[in-house]
């Protein structure tokens, strides 16, 4: 407690003992009335999972006897790395000792997903604190993710062939190449089955990481340049696919940024293993105007591995092709089996086929385009097998598109 204070005289001299005495009791009778009362009463957002606080935006805190006033507030968090302190010179301008206004600032270490933490408010004699939970600023997701099968491990899919009423594992591999870390949701679906598909046979498949457990939420969380490994399993092919075929199609999605892989089997025939020595990465695509030979980017659009066109459209993709081994290596592009595409045109634009690799261990990119053209009056859509085959040799690189007509 400070000193009792003493009158002064007509002419004495104040000095600086006598100013920082006065100062000293000011301050004891003002933090006097915050002592007991400071309490956090609410937060906007809220600090909760479904309404995070987010790192970069404005958050608000009321409740009572904050401080503000006689500038003794401070905002902790208590972050992964340790505490983030928000003083009173951070505050904007509208606080008060009922409402603090601050925008929140970088928490190192804070995961992509968010975290729970410790956010205590304090006056300078007593404090509050809530448990909150905190993402990272929102940044758009851009960039490409991709979906492969996994052409290094065999057999794949085991069993090869699938056999009905048993259970199979199919490998694949995703590799995320985008502007920021994200979070990517996995998905698995048959389609295009000859045979009737069981209601619970979609609920059913599982997607497990590369040890063999399920995968949370179906999400990974990837890296800017980042690569997982992850298995699809379905525990039980029904008994009514023996000799049928169906299509598994995969996808992984963050946002507007999503990347799938869909392949054809028939249960009970042996699938031809991919060959490793074929690397193939999608990197890009174009929609072309057929009348006027212009770009036309709303003409159409490339969602995962399904290619939708509106009439008189064409679509050019264009692929990184790495060929390791030398040899001669086929290129085609044609209907899926079982598939009659009437008024599509698909076309092979460059290179043109085959393609010749002189030397082994040739890591060098070849640029192969191709491209889907929709006339006026073709049909409603189907399926398209894109293929890679070294002479000589039983397997293959090949990748299936879906085709749907655009209004």
Known sequence: MADLLKRVQPGDVITAEMWNLAVDTINELLQAGQTGGIQITALLPAGTQADPIRVGTVQQISGQSFGYSIGQTTVTFQGPAGPVVVRRADMLVGSTDTRLLFTVPPIPNLPQGGAS???????????DIRTVFVRPVIFTVSGDVFVNWRANVSPNPNPNPLQADASAQFLYRVQSATNIPASFT???????????IPPQLASSIQLRDQSGNLIPNNRFDLGTAETRDFIVRIPQIPASFANQSFTLEVRALSGNVEGADARSFTVGQTVTPADPNISVEQSGFEVINVTTGNSDAGGGSLVGSTIRLQPDRLMVLFLNVQLLAAGTYDLTIAPAPGTNLNGWTLDLLNPSSPISVTTNNDTSLRNVNFGVTRAGAASAGGAILLRIQ?????????RQFTLEAMS
Do not use: C, F, K
Request: aromatic share 4%; charged share 20%; no cysteine.
């Open 390 to 398: 070294r002479r000589g040799e039983a397997s293959d690189w090949q």
């Open 117 to 127: 933490m410790t956010m205590r408010v304090e006056n300078g004699v007593a404090h």
């Open 186 to 196: 996995l998905s698995a679906q048959i389609i295009n089955a000859s045979a009737p």
